[in-house]
């Protein structure tokens, strides 16, 4: 776990209380682990490599492979954001027989994180003052840092519906896969027949 100076919770509730289709006792199903909740999926093929062009697309990505430091570092991590959320929302197109599927609830899931993210930028926009400056910048770096994790978690999902090893990232910018669930609002209901866990 990183250190972070931010107050961004990610609040999931009307994506988890989705019903998913899940595995019924298949001894070639996979485990999909999300904040709060698991469940075990088989995934259909147009779902595999789906799930393989979006880790591979996502990987090359300049804010999943470089941190911030300056004005412009944010700028391209910002336009980085834009890139992936346009090509998210092209495979929820791609995607609409499968709505109920476990990639299309991780890729719900990077595309709310998006969101999520920007509204807090703009909620916690800098005024004035070079100390308020310094203050916010500390506070959007955090907050960046904290949905990269986010993504990244997501894609090692991602690459177990696809059955590879997420590529190219550099060993000091990946997260290992345990959820940071101080980080995320706990849902109050779990749909389908998810399973409530603690990772």
């Given at each position: ?62 804010v ?5 430091c ?57 005024k ?72």
């Open positions: 776990m990183k250190n972070r100076k931010t107050d961004l919770k990610f609040n999931f509730q009307s994506i988890l209380s989705k019903r998913v289709k899940q595995a019924k006792d298949s001894l070639d199903s996979i485990t999909i682990n999300l904040p709060f909740v698991s469940f075990s999926i088989k995934p259909e093929n147009k779902e595999k490599l789906a799930a393989k062009e979006i880790v591979i697309r996502l990987v090359d990505k300049r999943l492979n470089a941190f911030e300056c004005d412009d570092c944010i700028k391209k991590s910002l336009s980085s954001l834009q890139e992936i959320r346009s090509l998210l929302v092209d495979k929820q197109v791609e995607l609409m027989d499968y709505t109920d599927s476990a990639l299309y609830i991780l890729i719900e899931l990077i595309l709310e994180s998006i969101r999520q993210f920007f509204t807090y930028v703009e909620r916690n926009k800098i004035s003052g070079f100390d308020r400056i310094f203050e916010k910048r500390e506070i959007y770096l955090g907050a960046l840092e904290l949905l990269r994790s986010h993504i990244y978690r997501c894609l090692i999902q991602m690459s177990h519906i696809a059955s590879i090893e997420i590529p190219k990232i550099s060993n000091h910018m990946r997260y290992d896969e345990k959820w940071e669930l101080i980080y995320y609002k706990e849902p109050g209901y779990l749909g389908g027949d998810m399973t409530h866990n603690s990772r």
